[in-house]
């Protein structure tokens, strides 16, 4: 996976454009862009690697079908990455009520007797699994603020948005991005360092 960077203003607006119509060509060209983005984007909501894999390709499986029915919203920025991580966003969302469902029917299949769930071999990986780890305890700090300045965090201080493409990706105004920022960053102080993590402006 890889985001690419430097590329004209031009050329997020044509490959879009191009995959409006669906162009499966443009579709690649923007899953090497941007697929990092999701990628890290999709961890830092789930904690889990192997989830934010599936959010990857169920993001840009999602952008192809609504391309491929001529249902693709217009690029409004110069950029792809606001649209992306607003599937990306609500793939997250999906993947959330998945995951919940499935740990109630293990559940209720251990009170049955079940046999113990195999681990998933990519869970294995110790760098992997001390990242989630970590991206565990971050989550358990970031709770602590509301769930509107916990999502300014996620897309401005860990995924570089600029502050009017997370008022894209939310659908609020950008003077909302910036206070709720700041409120976060007051409650979180001394608990995740925001400032040497933030997007441009």
Same mark, same amino acid.
């Given at each position: 996976m890889g985001e690419g960077t430097g590329q004209a ?18 579709? &690649?060209?923007?899953?090497? #862009?941007?697929?990092?983005? %999701? ?18 390709? /169920? &993001? ?11 249902r693709l919203d217009e690029l409004t920025f110069g950029? /792809?990455?606001?649209?992306?991580? &607003? ?20 559940? #209720? ?23 989630? #780890? ?8 970031? /709770? ?11 897309? %401005? ?17 950008e003077g909302t991005v910036k206070s709720r920022l ?20």
């Amino acid at each position: 996976m890889g985001e690419g960077t430097g590329q004209a203003v031009s050329s997020d607006l044509e490959l879009w454009e191009r995959l409006r119509s669906a162009d499966e060509l443009a579709l &690649t060209e923007l899953f090497h #862009r941007y697929s990092d983005a %999701v990628y890290n984007f999709a961890f830092r909501r789930t904690s889990s690697w192997s989830i934010a894999e599936d959010i990857v390709q /169920a &993001t840009f499986t999602a952008v192809w079908r609504r391309a491929s029915e001529s249902r693709l919203d217009e690029l409004t920025f110069g950029t /792809a990455r606001p649209l992306l991580l &607003t599937v990306a966003r609500y793939e997250c969302a999906n993947a959330a009520r998945s995951s919940r469902r499935l740990s109630a029917l293990r559940q #209720r299949l251990g009170t049955l007797g079940g046999s113990p769930e195999t681990p998933d071999p990519s869970a294995l990986a110790a760098a992997k699994v001390d990242d989630e #780890r970590a991206m565990s305890a971050l989550r358990r700090a970031l /709770a602590k603020v509301p769930a509107d300045q916990r999502e300014i965090v996620e897309l %401005v201080a860990w995924s570089g948005c600029s502050m009017a493409e997370a008022a894209q990706v939310l659908g609020v105004p950008e003077g909302t991005v910036k206070s709720r920022l700041a409120r976060a960053r007051r409650r979180l102080a001394g608990l995740i360092d925001l400032d040497t993590t933030e997007g441009p402006q």
